[in-house]
C-alpha cells in the first residue's frame, strides 16, 4: 500500500491584539474578559483587519517561497456550533494571500522539497469547556478571533516520519522569522493530517481520512501511522473507505469517528460583505522581503562550513532562533564551536528539557559557559562535575563556575605525587585485580582506576588516573 499524507497547519500570528479587532491576545486570562462587540459577533459592528497580521502573514508568504496574491479578499465560511459566536468564520477561500511554496524536509539522509498548496488568514473560534459544570459545557470567547496563518501543503508526503520532519522544518521557519511562537502547550500551532492509501502509484488517490485533536508533533507521527495502518489492514480485507474525519485518542493511541467528511461547498463559502478586497503593492512584498531573516536552512547550512558541525548538530542548533544565536555567542567567547556545540545538544538542551525553559529563561550567559568550558580545559575541574554539579548552579543561579567549584571542593587534583599515592593505595589493596590485568584481563586497569577515583573524592584526573595506573601496572 502506498500512504498520501497532507497537513493542514494553524499558527497563530505574533501580535498584541485580535485578527479583526482591539481585543489582547493573552494567554490563560480568565474567560471571556478579552472579547468586545466584533468578536463576540453582535450585530451592527464591522470587523477591521490588523495590519500587523496582513505583513506577517505576507513575510511568512515569502520566506516560505510561496508567491503573494494581487488581490486579497475574505470569505464566511458558514457551520454552527457553540464556539462560533457570529455562526460563521472570517476566512479566505477564493483568494488566499498566498499561493505555492515549499518546505524542505531530511529523512533518512534525503532531503524533499514539500510543495504548498496555499497560505491563508483566518480568525480563530472560541473554546469549549466540558469539566467545570456537571452535565453542562461552557464557552470562553477570549480566543474567537485570534489571527491564524493556516498553511496546507500538498499530498507531497509518504510517511509518518516525512510528516513530523515537514512540522519541525516549518516550525523552524515561522519562529526564525517573527511570525509565531508556535507554543503547541498553549495552542499556538495546531495541525490537522489528511491521510489516505491505495494499491498502486497508478491508482487515483484513496479515500482522505482528516484526523484531529493533535497537540503534539508525536501525537501526529502516531496518528499518521495508526491511520495508514488502519486503511491499509481494511482494504486487504476488501472493506470500503470513507471519506471522514477522525479525533485522534492519545490515551489509547487510535483514532475513532467524529463526523463524515464536510466538502468546501458543505461550509457555503460567499465574499465577506463587511470587508474590502484590496491589492497588495509591490512595495509591501519588497518591504517584507528585506525584512526576512537568515532562513533555517541557509543558517544550518552556514553552521556546517563555518563551525565544521555536522549536519545532525547543525540541525539541531538552528530549529530554535534563540538557540542559534546563543550558540553563535558563545562560540565566539569559547573559540571551540566543537566543544561548545557538544555542550549545547548534551547538557543544555538536557537542562532545557528536564525544566520545561527557553535559554533566555535561564540564568546562563556565553562569557559563564565560557568560563565553565574553560576550567575543564585546563584540568581545573572534570568533565562529570562540570556537567553534574556546577553547570546547573550556573544556569539556575548566573553563579560563576569558579565559585561553585570552589565551594563544592570540586578543584580536579592534577598532581603527580598525590595521584601516585592514591594509586600506590589502590593496587596494594587489589592485588588480585593487578594479576588479572598482567594475565591478559585489560578491564582490570579500569576497576582500579574507579579505587583511585573513590579513594580521592572524585577530586583526581581521571584522564591523568588512566596513564598512571597503566603505567604502574606495566612497571
Same mark, same amino acid.
Given at each position: 500500500?502506498?500512504?498520501?499524507?497532507?497537513?493542514?497547519?494553524?499558527?497563530?500570528?505574533?501580535?498584541?491584539?485580535?485578527?479583526?479587532?482591539?481585543?489582547?491576545?493573552?494567554?490563560?486570562?480568565?474567560?471571556?474578559?478579552?472579547?468586545?462587540?466584533?468578536?463576540?459577533?453582535?450585530?451592527?459592528?464591522?470587523?477591521?483587519?490588523?495590519?500587523?497580521?496582513?505583513?506577517?502573514?505576507?513575510?511568512?508568504?515569502?520566506?516560505?517561497?510561496?508567491?503573494?496574491?494581487?488581490?486579497?479578499?475574505?470569505?464566511?465560511?458558514?457551520?454552527?456550533?457553540?464556539?462560533?459566536?457570529?455562526?460563521?468564520?472570517?476566512?479566505?477561500?477564493? /483568494? +488566499? =494571500? $498566498?499561493?505555492?511554496?515549499? #518546505?524542505?524536509?531530511?529523512?533518512?539522509? &534525503?532531503?524533499? %522539497?514539500?510543495?504548498?498548496?496555499?497560505?491563508?488568514?483566518?480568525?480563530?473560534?472560541?473554546?469549549?469547556?466540558?469539566?467545570?459544570?456537571?452535565?453542562?459545557?461552557?464557552?470562553?470567547?477570549?480566543?474567537?478571533?485570534?489571527?491564524?496563518?493556516?498553511?496546507?501543503?500538498?499530498?507531497?508526503?509518504?510517511?509518518?516520519?516525512?510528516?513530523?520532519?515537514?512540522?519541525?522544518?516549518?516550525?523552524?521557519?515561522?519562529?526564525?522569522?517573527?511570525?509565531?511562537?508556535?507554543?503547541?502547550?498553549?495552542?499556538?500551532?495546531?495541525?490537522?493530517?489528511?491521510?489516505?492509501?491505495?494499491?498502486?502509484?497508478? /491508482? +487515483? =488517490? $484513496?479515500?482522505?481520512?482528516? #484526523?484531529?485533536?493533535?497537540?503534539?508533533? &508525536?501525537?501526529? %507521527?502516531?496518528?499518521?501511522?495508526?491511520?495508514?495502518?488502519?486503511?491499509?489492514?481494511?482494504?486487504?480485507?476488501?472493506?470500503?473507505?470513507?471519506?471522514?474525519?477522525?479525533?485522534?485518542?492519545?490515551?489509547?493511541?487510535?483514532?475513532?469517528?467524529?463526523?463524515?467528511?464536510?466538502?468546501?461547498?458543505?461550509?457555503?463559502?460567499?465574499?465577506?460583505?463587511?470587508?474590502?478586497?484590496?491589492?497588495?503593492?509591490?512595495?509591501?512584498?519588497?518591504?517584507?522581503?528585506?525584512?526576512?531573516?537568515?532562513?533555517?536552512?541557509?543558517?544550518?547550512?552556514?553552521?556546517?562550513?563555518?563551525?565544521?558541525?555536522?549536519?545532525?548538530?547543525?540541525?539541531?542548533?538552528?530549529?530554535?532562533?534563540?538557540?542559534?544565536?546563543?550558540?553563535?555567542?558563545?562560540?565566539?567567547?569559547?573559540?571551540?564551536?566543537?566543544?561548545?556545540?557538544?555542550?549545547?545538544?548534551?547538557?543544555?538542551?538536557?537542562?532545557?528539557?528536564?525544566?520545561?525553559?527557553?535559554?533566555?529563561?535561564?540564568?546562563?550567559?556565553?562569557?559563564?559557559?565560557?568560563?565553565?568550558?574553560?576550567?575543564?580545559?585546563?584540568?581545573?575541574?572534570?568533565?562529570?562535575?562540570?556537567?553534574?554539579?556546577?553547570?546547573?548552579?550556573?544556569?539556575?543561579?548566573?553563579?560563576?563556575?569558579?565559585?561553585?567549584?570552589?565551594?563544592?571542593?570540586?578543584?580536579?587534583?592534577?598532581?603527580?605525587?598525590?595521584?601516585?599515592?592514591?594509586?600506590?593505595?589502590?593496587?596494594?589493596?587489589?592485588?588480585?585485580?593487578?594479576?588479572?590485568?598482567?594475565?591478559?584481563?585489560?578491564?582490570?586497569?579500569?576497576?582500579?582506576?574507579?579505587?583511585?577515583?573513590?579513594?580521592?573524592?572524585?577530586?583526581?584526573?581521571?584522564?591523568?588516573?588512566?596513564?598512571?595506573?597503566?603505567?604502574?601496572?606495566?612497571?
Amino acid at each position: 500500500m502506498i500512504p498520501t499524507i497532507g497537513l493542514e497547519v494553524h499558527a497563530q500570528f505574533n501580535t498584541r491584539t485580535k485578527i479583526f479587532c482591539s481585543c489582547a491576545l493573552r494567554f490563560a486570562s480568565p474567560p471571556n474578559t478579552l472579547v468586545c462587540p466584533v468578536c463576540l459577533g453582535l450585530p451592527g459592528v464591522l470587523p477591521v483587519l490588523n495590519r500587523e497580521v496582513f505583513r506577517l502573514g505576507l513575510r511568512a508568504v515569502l520566506a516560505l517561497g510561496g508567491t503573494p496574491s494581487k488581490t486579497i479578499r475574505f470569505d464566511r465560511k458558514n457551520y454552527y456550533y457553540p464556539d462560533l459566536p457570529k455562526g460563521y468564520q472570517i476566512s479566505q477561500f477564493a /483568494d +488566499p =494571500l $498566498g499561493h505555492g511554496g515549499f #518546505v524542505e524536509i531530511a529523512v533518512g539522509g &534525503k532531503t524533499k %522539497k514539500v510543495k504548498l498548496n496555499r497560505l491563508h488568514l483566518e480568525e480563530d473560534a472560541g473554546k469549549l469547556i466540558h469539566d467545570q459544570v456537571p452535565d453542562k459545557s461552557l464557552v470562553d470567547l477570549n480566543r474567537a478571533g485570534t489571527p491564524l496563518a493556516e498553511i496546507v501543503s500538498e499530498p507531497d508526503l509518504d510517511s509518518a516520519e516525512e510528516a513530523y520532519a515537514y512540522l519541525v522544518s516549518l516550525k523552524a521557519i515561522l519562529k526564525a522569522i517573527g511570525v509565531s511562537d508556535c507554543d503547541m502547550e498553549k495552542g499556538h500551532l495546531r495541525c490537522d493530517a489528511n491521510v489516505s492509501v491505495r494499491k498502486n502509484a497508478s /491508482d +487515483p =488517490l $484513496g479515500k482522505k481520512v482528516e #484526523v484531529k485533536n493533535l497537540n503534539s508533533f &508525536k501525537a501526529v %507521527k502516531q496518528a499518521v501511522q495508526y491511520e495508514i495502518q488502519r486503511q491499509t489492514e481494511a482494504l486487504e480485507k476488501g472493506e470500503k473507505l470513507f471519506q471522514e474525519t477522525r479525533l485522534w485518542d492519545d490515551a489509547r493511541g487510535r483514532t475513532h469517528l467524529m463526523r463524515s467528511k464536510e466538502e468546501a461547498h458543505d461550509y457555503r463559502y460567499f465574499p465577506e460583505p463587511d470587508l474590502v478586497p484590496f491589492s497588495v503593492s509591490q512595495e509591501d512584498v519588497e518591504r517584507e522581503r528585506a525584512a526576512l531573516p537568515e532562513l533555517p536552512a541557509a543558517k544550518k547550512a552556514r553552521f556546517m562550513k563555518d563551525y565544521a558541525l555536522s549536519e545532525y548538530d547543525a540541525g539541531l542548533l538552528t530549529e530554535e532562533p534563540k538557540i542559534a544565536a546563543f550558540f553563535e555567542e558563545a562560540v565566539r567567547a569559547t573559540t571551540d564551536a566543537k566543544t561548545t556545540a557538544n555542550w549545547f545538544i548534551g547538557s543544555i538542551f538536557a537542562y532545557l528539557g528536564a525544566h520545561n525553559l527557553n535559554i533566555d529563561q535561564t540564568r546562563l550567559t556565553a562569557p559563564l559557559l565560557a568560563d565553565l568550558l574553560r576550567l575543564v580545559k585546563e584540568g581545573k575541574v572534570s568533565l562529570q562535575a562540570a556537567k553534574e554539579k556546577i553547570f546547573p548552579e550556573v544556569a539556575e543561579k548566573g553563579t560563576s563556575p569558579e565559585s561553585v567549584m570552589k565551594e563544592k571542593g570540586l578543584l580536579q587534583v592534577s598532581d603527580d605525587k598525590a595521584l601516585e599515592g592514591w594509586i600506590a593505595q589502590a593496587l596494594d589493596e587489589n592485588p588480585k585485580v593487578v594479576a588479572d590485568f598482567k594475565s591478559g584481563k585489560e578491564t582490570a586497569a579500569m576497576f582500579l582506576v574507579g579505587r583511585v577515583m573513590r579513594k580521592s573524592q572524585g577530586k583526581a584526573n581521571p584522564g591523568k588516573v588512566q596513564d598512571m595506573v597503566r603505567k604502574a601496572l606495566q612497571a
